[in-house]
């Protein structure tokens, strides 16, 4: 901490002079020089650099921007929690590196469990089509014919195929081979996921909510929706305060299963189940859902 804001002092010494100065002269030795204005402008340490850290911090980034663009997608708020993420890679040495950092993806995507494979076939479906172009010349009147037979190719097949590797059928008697160039693969996401890819990484988001994670999203709305509410008071940070609500069935579950959560966010002593006489109202909805809120102030 101490290297990097002296560090950070030196960097911003051009731009914000005083305040630079005053970190500087909190943090000065004897033997340095009087005024951080008349230090050293700071230089890359080549020898601190860890790449190893960098890769994987990229690759992790990577993850999730790609999951956050497929929330964005899906009108998925982040403060929705998903029960899982499933990351892709070929390299098992890339996936071992993001599997360290899997604490990371989770809690910046809000996702409960982070899972790691190197077969796509954990997010996606294959299936072949014919490349007419290519295989019409090459089968003539035996075209017709092929199309059910190249469409049922099953996953291996088609991954032996996309792989470079010949694969021989049989068609009315005749041995045909097939090479990547005859056909097409097509990838459909497997249902409930929504699926992207970017690199080195295909990712996939499980979109499907159930009561429980419906349950948890409401109450991170609900602590939301209070923070907000106290920032319209003008409430100090460290401002205790008692919370009222009044709303349906589904919002009351939400804050009994997660009052400590919400008190604890919040800095509340209490969260009541009623609303009238309190020192700020105020009419919200939580993901659509009608809600009267009260707070006052301890």
Request: glycine share 6%; aromatic share 4%.
């Amino acid at each position: 901490l101490y290297e990097v804001l002296l560090g950070l002092c030196k960097i911003a010494a051009p731009f914000t002079p005083f305040i630079a100065e005053t970190i500087y002269q909190n943090l000065r030795t004897d033997d340095m020089p009087e005024s951080v204005h008349l230090c050293d402008f700071p230089t890359a340490a080549d020898a601190t650099r860890d790449e190893v850290l960098e890769g994987q911090m990229a690759l992790v980034m990577s993850a999730v921007e790609q999951g956050r663009t497929l929330r964005a997608e899906y009108k998925i708020k982040n403060r929705q929690p998903l029960a899982k993420m499933v990351v892709v890679c070929d390299d098992k040495k890339l996936l071992a590196n993001i599997q360290e950092l899997e604490s990371l993806i989770s809690d910046e995507l809000n996702v409960r469990e982070v899972v790691f494979s190197t077969d796509s076939s954990a997010l996606t479906t294959i299936q072949a089509k014919p490349n007419f172009k290519q295989l019409g010349p090459k089968l003539g009147p035996l075209m017709k014919k092929a199309v059910p037979l190249i469409n049922g190719l099953s996953n291996e097949q088609i991954a032996r195929i996309a792989s470079g590797e010949a694969v021989t059928v049989e068609m009315d008697g005749q041995c045909i081979e097939l090479m990547v160039d005859d056909i097409e693969v097509m990838r459909n996401p497997k249902e409930g996921l929504a699926v992207s890819a970017e690199g080195s990484l295909v990712v996939g988001l499980d979109t499907q909510l159930n009561e429980d994670l419906l349950t948890e999203g409401l109450a991170r709305e609900f602590v939301h929706t209070i923070q907000n509410l106290r920032k319209e008071m003008d409430l100090e940070v460290t401002q205790r305060i008692r919370i009222g609500y009044q709303g349906d069935e589904a919002i009351r579950t939400a804050v009994a299963k997660y009052q400590e959560y919400i008190e604890s966010e919040t800095l509340a002593l209490s969260c009541e189940a009623t609303v009238g006489g309190w020192d700020f109202e105020a009419e919200s909805e939580l993901n659509g859902r009608p809600c009267k809120l009260s707070i006052s102030a301890c």
